[in-house]
């Protein structure tokens, strides 16, 4: 059948109508513009569902960093420097200037090999750098500080109720309790969910970001926690996933069930991850200790040194036989201490983040904490057990924690290792 009458105009009429606004003029001629189209000035961005009724290609996406994790990063930042000027004011105050330089110094002494170690590991874990360095600040200001303030008003208080036993439940079981509780919060602060509904996804969307106050409300998501099955085979098929309320960072993630089997199992990078994440906070924490116990020592020499000569006797490298003793026992026999008793709170806590089981998951991080606590409190008993006792206690329980730890390392690297070689032949045999 034929079109009706006029059907041919209409449709000129209307292709002319939806052509764009300025035409090239060709010759002599002249083209009337078609009807001008308003532009919508929205606040807010469009849904992802609807789709802009303007035609045409998608504008290019915007690079740039959240408002919120900016902010995030910018408090941080002023919190631990806040913490640095605190903690540096209370050791010049208990060390003096020249106590402190000299703390400061011999303090930096065993600072690259414990650095160099964690680094190796982190090519296991594949930290990033700003979660590392976080910790390492968290450890060296903040963890630094509460730890003076809250042992000197707790070792002030037992003292005065208990008298002799106060200093001793002081040393074996407030500071293990105080300090560890301390470095365990920076793994804690970087698991919080901190600017999360503020992020503006528009590198993703390919849609611009809306002003901040103009934004509308985030979807609440669902809890991951998955309901209990019911039937005779519920228990080998309930898998238990990360909890909601934590942010799931990357390398603190299940690796999926192999060999069929019904739990996920935690993965060399996540329990070299929980390593590193812990001895990067104990090492800043171990070098502002350093420095604390160093800088007493010589000062305590240096007083000693001038009242021998004030007394007429001559000068001697045998007044400062306090400051070699504190070096040689915290920076050469002892410089993993402090990361060997947080690695073990952060391996309880990376397995309760990527365990299967429900039981294991509820036991891991406070099992794990319990220990660190158990294992520095016995090393700050030693202490006050003589050379003799000291010895024992060194030989026979943090010479093995600490070779057991080294082979934890090396397994965790060399299986890594081990796991991207296949992964490189298998992606050589498919290409």
Not at 47 to 73: D, L, N
Not at 136 to 151: E, Q
Not at 177 to 201: D, N, S
Not at 278 to 298: I, P, Q, S, V
Request: glycine content about 12%.
């Amino acid at each position: 059948m034929g079109s009706p009458a006029g059907g041919g105009s209409r449709a000129t009429v209307q292709a002319a109508a939806d052509a764009p606004e300025t035409v090239p003029r060709t010759g002599d001629t002249r083209t009337i513009p078609g009807p001008r189209r308003r532009r919508a000035h929205r606040l807010v961005p469009w849904s992802g569902a609807a789709s802009p009724p303007s035609a045409g290609p998608p504008a290019p996406p915007r690079r740039g960093r959240s408002v919120a994790v900016s902010s995030v990063t910018a408090t941080a930042v002023l919190t631990l420097s806040g913490c640095g000027v605190l903690i540096l004011h209370l050791v010049q105050r208990q060390t003096g200037t020249v106590g402190l330089l000299v703390g400061v110094g011999l303090a930096m002494v065993p600072l690259p090999f414990v650095l160099g170690a964690l680094a190796w590991l982190n090519l296991t874990a594949r930290v990033p750098l700003r979660h590392t360095v976080f910790c390492l600040g968290w450890g060296a200001c903040a963890a630094t500080t509460v730890a003076i303030v809250a042992n000197n008003w707790t070792a002030d208080y037992l003292t005065s109720h208990q008298g002799p036993l106060g200093e001793l439940l002081g040393a074996g079981i407030a500071t293990p309790l105080i300090e560890e509780t301390a470095k365990a919060t920076a793994l804690l602060v970087l698991l919080l969910p901190l600017g999360q509904r503020l992020r503006c996804h528009g590198r993703r969307t390919g849609r611009p970001c809306a002003p901040l106050l103009h934004r509308l409300p985030a979807p609440r998501l669902p809890r991951t926690y998955a309901r209990r099955p019911a039937g005779p085979h519920a228990r080998g098929r309930l898998r238990l996933r990360l909890r909601p309320y934590l942010r799931p960072l990357p390398y603190l993630r299940p690796a999926p069930p192999s060999g069929g089997g019904p739990h996920r199992r935690s993965r060399p990078r996540t329990l070299a991850a929980g390593v590193v994440l812990g001895g990067m906070t104990a090492c800043g924490f171990a070098f502002t200790e350093n420095a604390l116990y160093l800088g007493r020592a010589f000062t305590s020499d240096q007083r000693q040194r001038l009242d021998s000569i004030g007394l007429g006797d001559p000068p001697s490298l045998r007044d400062f036989d306090g400051t070699v003793q504190t070096f040689v026992l915290r920076a050469l026999l002892s410089p993993f201490a402090h990361p060997l008793f947080t690695a073990l709170t952060g391996i309880g806590l990376a397995v309760a983040l990527t365990t299967g089981r429900r039981w294991l998951a509820r036991l891991a991080a406070p099992t794990g904490l319990l220990l660190a606590m158990a294992l520095h409190g016995t090393w700050n008993a030693a202490a006050d057990l003589g050379t003799d006792g000291f010895l024992v206690v060194y030989g026979a329980l943090m010479v093995p924690c600490f070779a057991a730890l080294v082979c934890f390392a090396a397994w965790a690297r060399s299986r890594s290792a081990r796991h991207a070689g296949r992964r490189g032949r298998h992606s050589a045999e498919a290409a």
